[in-house]
């Protein structure tokens, strides 16, 4: 059983960075694909950004693509979201996810992913 905890949320303001993190326990990521998602209140969860295994393959929603970069760090058993000239529209609870894969295969719908983390505010100000 794979647990995994996020830090690094907060609020700032348009046009800051934040760096979330993802610090897995019980289990290897590497045996996983992992993934952002977000939910913004009243909304569904969405995919940010997906990574594969080796971290050799990465996946991007339209929106954040070009502004958000995820990472990966097998060793440490860590993932990450460098999130950079954030939006308004950026403010949602932030959930790292793992999910059982092969090879290079990127997940990029909450079905897919077996464990969720409790989730990192991100707020962003006009």
């Known amino acids: 059983q794979v647990q995994l905890v996020e830090s690094g949320g907060g609020l700032v303001q348009a046009g800051d960075s934040l760096r979330l993190s993802c610090l897995a326990s019980?289990?290897?990521?590497?045996?996983?694909?992992m993934g952002w998602f977000r939910q913004g209140t009243g909304k569904e969860r969405e995919i940010v950004a997906a990574?594969?295994?080796?971290?050799?393959?990465?996946y991007y929603k339209e929106s954040p693509k070009g502004r958000f970069i995820i990472s990966r760090d097998n060793a440490e058993n860590t993932v990450s979201l460098q999130m950079n000239s954030l939006k308004p529209e950026d403010t949602a609870v932030y959930f790292c996810?793992?999910?059982?894969?092969?090879?290079?295969?990127?997940?990029?719908?909450?079905?897919?992913?077996?464990?969720w983390g409790q989730g990192a505010q991100v707020t962003v100000s006009s």
């Open positions: 019980g289990g290897t990521i590497s045996h996983y694909a």
């Open positions: 990574i594969s295994r080796t971290g050799g393959f990465t």
């Open positions: 996810a793992a999910g059982p894969s092969v090879g290079t295969t990127l997940l990029t719908t909450p079905a897919r992913y077996a464990y």
